[in-house]
């Protein structure tokens, strides 16, 4: 778990609040109303950080719980593992006996029928002990493709709870929260700048706020308004960049590929 991922660290805003009060339920009490909690929405919104939240609050309030947090790549990878090395019994064991289970991007192991299978006994066992399950995808359950029906079913049959981009003013004290984080001072415009012109999502804003940084830093100057513009702009331009790259080799996949079954 990373510690530094805390409900007190947790901005909440209008597009977070029922995912937020939820998490803090069922960190307050694992396997109870809200079991399984699945949270879900585009990324960089801070689903990950909601799960670490839980999972420190657990350990804080009951230390002898054994909480897991996993993403659904690296169950799938320890799972073929456990196979490879005739140890799936062993892999069983260690899940089967966790008291809180957390999974973050769950929707990797669509299209894997074994690892579905095994997560689908894994999830019950779990469940019927009383033990929490939560679960984090960029779709909710019924829109992840090649999920099974049965794992369907079992993850929207609990808390459903949708994490939406941030508003103008949550991204305006997520910047201000991130940069007292860090012991960064920022003029009462620079925040509303930045949170005007970076709308996607969380980890943009971090991004803003670091370029913003080390740019003060390198040249030596104090933050204010012009800094801020050449940190986001500077940003969009190698972003820019970037989306001009990827068309150029995605049409150049096209032509080479072209009349080829793969």
């Known amino acids: 778990l990373n510690a530094r991922y805390t409900f007190a660290t947790y901005v909440v805003g209008s597009g977070t609040r029922l995912a937020h009060a939820a998490s803090q339920s069922v960190s307050e009490r694992p396997g109870g109303a809200y ?33 897991l947090y996993i993403t659904g790549e690296a169950f799938t990878n320890e799972f073929i593992l456990g196979i490879q090395q005739g140890a799936a019994d062993a892999f069983r064991s260690r899940f089967r006996k966790i008291d809180v289970l957390l999974i973050d991007d769950i929707q990797f192991i669509a299209d894997k029928e074994r690892t579905q299978e095994e997560f689908f006994h894994t999830f019950n066992a779990l469940y019927q002990l009383g033990k929490q399950i939560i679960l984090s995808s960029d779709a909710a359950p019924t829109e992840i ?93 190698l972003r820019h960049g970037h989306d001009v790259r990827d068309a150029q080799r995605g049409a150049l996949g096209q032509q080479v590929g072209g009349g080829v079954r793969v």
Do not use: W
């Open 35 to 67: 079991n399984p909690l699945f949270l879900y929405g585009g990324t960089g919104l801070g689903k990950t950080h909601l799960l670490h939240a839980i999972g420190n609050a657990v350990m804080e309030r009951s230390p002898k719980r054994r909480v």
């Open 145 to 237: 493709p090649d999920l099974e029906e049965r794992l369907t079913s079992r993850f929207a049959a609990g808390m459903v709870a949708r994490i939406e981009r941030p508003c103008f003013e949550t991204r305006v004290s997520i910047i201000k929260s991130k940069a007292a984080l860090h012991g960064i001072s920022l003029p009462d415009d620079v925040p509303a700048y930045i949170a005007a012109k970076v709308d996607t999502n969380i980890r943009e804003l971090e991004g803003a706020l670091t370029s913003l940084r080390t740019r003060a830093q390198l040249e030596g100057v104090p933050v204010d308004l012009a800094l801020a513009r050449r940190a986001v702009q500077g940003r969009q331009r």
